[in-house]
């Protein structure tokens, strides 16, 4: 019982002194965390170049979004020369294990194919295919089938933040 008693006593100070004091007055400014990570980060890389690109359904084909950031990876890896990078090829759940593994392999070689293209050394380029087996969410519906189409690339050889 004196416990409790002792408890409320603390409590009630801490509720009395945390309303007399006065708040300081601070000035909240937005902050730009893209603009404190450096350039030559895998951060940066994921978060402000793009990481992966997006297939549709049963394709290889790159459409204009996925250029896009494919164009800004090789501008990247241009700046970065002692970069590597391995491109993950992945599928969505529909099919068999193996149709998968060979549609996520196509998916990473023509992510490879379009870095050549713009420029990016091959030998700085290796490909993986996960197939179905690493999906990036987890339902039976186009939601997460969508985000599963894809082709990621991972950065070695650069600070990750």
Partial sequence: ?????????VLTGLVLAACSSTPEETEVTPTDTTAQVPEN???YFTTVVGDRVLFGFDSSSID????DTLRRQAE???ANPAVTIVIEGHADERGTREYNLALGARRANATLQFLIGQGIDPSRITTVTFGKERP???CSNESCWSVNRRAVTV???????
Avoid: N, T
């Fill in 1 to 9: 019982m004196k416990l409790m008693q002792l408890g409320a006593v």
């Fill in 41 to 43: 980060s895998v951060q």
């Fill in 64 to 67: 204009g979004i996925a250029q």
């Fill in 76 to 78: 990247w890896l241009r």
């Fill in 136 to 138: 990036d969410a987890v």
């Fill in 155 to 161: 950065v070695a050889g650069a600070p990750l933040s």
